[in-house]
T-cell receptor, first 119, second 117 residues
Framework: AQSVAQPEDQVNVAEGNPLTVKCTYS??????LFWYVQYPNRGLQFLLK??????LVKGSYGFEAEFNKSQTSFHLKKPSALVSDSALYFC?????????????????FGTGTQLKVEL | GAVVSQHPSWVICKSGTSVKIECRSL??????MFWYRQFPKQSLMLMAT?????????EQGVEKDKFLINHASLTLSTLTVTSAHPEDSSFYIC?????????????FGNGTRLTVT
């Protein structure tokens, strides 16, 4: 079974400061890891993913995430936060061994972290 | 990029009526679609996996007769909430993988806010 933990319900950051949203995962095989962002009353938007290769992954809107296999973590980061980054962020994992068809593409989501960036 | 369209974006219905929510993949074929339910300030709860041309796979605890799923074509899946009650009020979101694009992330619809009065 696969699982994702986002230990912080909310993260508060001042605009211009760096931000980190934490995520740890558990899968039986090698992981596919994703970060999504959700604005109020909207679906989820894809930010970035880790499949293989470089541990530092760069994504949309200046976000990046670092894959750490030994710590089973995939923390989301941004060097300089903006007020417009305020939203709900979800980490998700899929076992790389799963098939792409049918339910094999099923992601397991974390509980979400509300990011609040203030002036 | 790949787009998933979900309709309606919001709906208000009376208790006892049924509501149909549509999820369409606009520029790719989706043999699989996922339906989620999201409660306020909570994560996504996977309800079921919709499979084109076959029966949907429901997660444990989700009533099949309550939440009817039909995936009649490679671009359309529907979720019908039958005999809706106020406790069915929630935010429902669909998503689909573009399996033609290797390692493609899931593409999400914008969700449907259902309010049952």
């Amino acid at each position: 079974a696969q699982s994702v933990a986002q230990p912080e319900d909310q993260v508060n950051v001042a605009e211009g400061n760096p931000l980190t949203v934490k995520c740890t995962y558990s899968v039986s095989g090698n992981p596919y890891l994703f970060w999504y962002v959700q604005y109020p009353n909207r679906g989820l938007q894809f930010l970035l993913k880790y499949i293989t290769g470089d541990n530092l992954v760069k994504g949309s809107y200046g976000f990046e995430a670092e894959f750490n296999k030994s710590q089973t973590s995939f923390h989301l980061k941004k060097p300089s936060a903006l007020v417009s980054d305020s939203a709900l962020y979800f980490c998700a994992v899929r076992d790389m061994g799963g098939e792409l068809t049918g339910g094999g593409n099923k992601l397991t989501f974390g509980t979400g972290t509300q990011l609040k960036v203030e002036l | 990029g790949a787009v998933v369209s979900q309709h309606p974006s919001w709906v208000i219905c009376k208790s006892g009526t049924s509501v149909k929510i549509e999820c369409r993949s606009l520029d790719f074929q989706a043999t699989t679609m996922f339906w989620y339910r999201q409660f306020p300030k909570q994560s996504l709860m996977l309800m079921a996996t919709s499979n084109e041309g076959s029966k949907a796979t429901y997660e444990q605890g989700v009533e099949k007769d309550k939440f009817l799923i039909n995936h009649a074509s490679l671009t359309l899946s529907t979720l019908t909430v039958t005999s809706a009650h106020p406790e069915d009020s929630s935010f429902y979101i669909c998503s689909a993988p573009n399996i033609q694009a290797y390692n493609s992330p899931l593409h999400f619809g914008n969700g449907t806010r259902l309010t049952v009065t």
